[in-house]
């Protein structure tokens, strides 16, 4: 079974930064994509950035030249770099995992999420 767990959310001040991380664990040979997704209360979730094997990274427009995905393949692990944090950031950042190539074939994974709150 295939389980992502996230870290580095909390509590900080506009203008602050955070580093979120997420774990991919279990039989996996290959993941296609990571990302980080995000739902702020009474909103849809929506795509802050995804990293592709191989591929162009995809960045929301509302966090471009502020936020930096990178991704670990030989560990399963993607990080989110969030600088110049805004309060409309303040949301439940949510790890996603495309295309994990397992031998029960090719599957998407979430993670549970991590509080990230802006707020003086």
């Known amino acids: 079974q295939v389980q992502l767990v996230e870290s580095g959310g909390g509590l900080v001040q506009p203008g602050g930064s955070l580093r979120l991380s997420c774990a991919a664990s279990?039989?996996?040979?290959?993941?296609?994509?990571m990302g980080w997704y995000r739902q702020a209360p009474g909103k849809q979730r929506e795509l802050v950035a995804t990293k592709p094997s191989g591929g162009s990274t995809n960045y929301a427009d509302s966090v471009k030249g502020r936020f930096t995905i990178s991704r670990d393949n030989a560990k399963n692990t993607v990080y989110l770099q969030m600088n110049s944090l805004k309060p409309e950031d303040t949301a439940v950042y949510f790890c996603?995992?495309?295309?994990?190539?397992?031998?029960?074939?090719?599957?998407?994974?979430w993670g549970r999420g991590t509080q990230v709150t802006v707020s003086s």
């Open positions: 996603n995992a495309n295309r994990v190539h397992t031998i029960t074939g090719n599957n998407d994974y």
């Open positions: 279990g039989s996996i040979f290959s993941i296609y994509a």
